[in-house]
């Protein structure tokens, strides 16, 4: 049997009438669904359903909102395919920042249930340290890491700004308070670097997080998590997790705040399983497209829509 890597998208890859497709075609899908509004019910002001599968679009983008459905339609797509085709052997998994919790959850180290609780209390707990401090997030095309780290020590001042997302070559993010993020605009192209800001609710992964690090601390201490059944890529080293429950834990603090290395796992893990079949799962293609500047021999089989049917 042929042994399979999962891929599993982070925030930015939500949008409307995302996993309705795989709920109308899968019993499976359409039960995470159903779960999912049950464990949450009114608290996003409508059922977490309904936000995926019809908007609007400004509440799904949403960091409190957004995090919830992603994990959700992940997870469903992934449930469904496994209904279709029968249990996959698992090389390995690996998700980007929120992802890394559909990781997790895939390889076994605690409930869809408890994931989701988790991703909730995440979502909102940045989405309130976003909106404690002005912030926001700059893409950087042509930069590596070097680079990146020069252009945010030039342009930092007092405030703060760091490297935060290592996507893929020639492309990383940087994140800091709102002013830094200006000034980095401005002086990208004196570094021969083009500079983008993204909508975003503030600088993730950065230590404007760290509110949120601590509340996510409290609750990932009172979270049951097992020892993976499968290696699972740890955004923070850029290789995988260890065993250790405790050390996850500590990993999963430490992401709110450290920059995500999704190059190196991806790397790393087309390193370590060099004959695994590699699928996305839903929303979206955006793993596939930063894999194709990763290692263009790996070509994931993306699963944003469910395969049509023969009639």
């Known amino acids: 049997m042929i042994n399979t890597i999962f891929l599993c998208p982070g925030q930015g890859a939500q949008t409307v009438g995302m996993g309705h497709a795989w709920a109308q075609s899968s019993p499976a899908a359409k039960a995470v669904f159903d779960e999912a509004d049950a464990i949450l019910g009114d608290s996003l002001g409508a059922p977490l359903s309904s936000l995926c599968f019809g908007g609007p ?4 983008n949403r960091t409190d909102v957004s995090q919830p459905a992603i994990y959700t339609a992940s997870i469903a797509s992934y449930r469904a395919l496994v209904e279709q085709r029968g249990a996959f ?6 998700g980007l920042s929120l992802g ?7 390889a076994g180290a605690f409930s869809f249930a408890d994931g989701l609780k988790l991703v909730a209390l995440r979502g909102r707990a940045m989405q309130d340290a976003a909106e404690a401090v002005p912030s926001s997030m700059v893409v950087l095309i042509g930069a590596d890491e070097d680079k990146a780290n020069a252009l945010c020590d030039a342009a930092r001042a007092d405030d703060i700004l760091v490297a935060a997302n ?3 070559p020639g492309q990383v993010v940087i994140s800091g308070s ?9 002086l990208a192209p004196d570094h021969s670097l083009r500079a983008t800001r993204l909508a975003v609710a503030g600088a993730f992964h950065s230590p404007i997080m760290q509110p949120a690090a601590d509340r996510l601390r409290e609750a990932l ?4 998590i097992n020892t993976p059944a499968c290696p699972v890529a740890a955004n923070v080293t850029g290789t995988t997790h260890e065993a250790d429950p405790d050390s996850i834990r500590q990993r999963l603090v430490e992401q709110l705040t450290s920059p995500v290395r999704w190059a190196a796992n991806c790397a790393h893990l087309s390193e370590s399983h060099t004959d695994a079949d590699w699928h996305e799962l ?6 596939a497209g930063m894999m194709r500047r990763i290692n263009k021999a790996i070509k994931p089989t993306t699963h944003d829509q469910p ?5």
Do not use: H, M, V, W
């Not at 395969?307 to 009639?311: R, S």
């Open 166 to 168: 290592f996507n893929a």
């Open 178 to 186: 709102a002013a830094a993020c200006d000034r980095a605009e401005q």
């Open 89 to 94: 052997t698992i090389a390995a998994t690996a």
């Open 307 to 311: 395969e049509p049917t023969n009639a």
């Open 282 to 287: 839903a929303p979206g293609k955006s793993l």
């Open 57 to 60: 679009t400004d509440t799904l």
């Open 100 to 106: 890394e919790y559909t990781a997790l959850c895939i």
């Open 221 to 224: 201490a009172n979270t049951s």
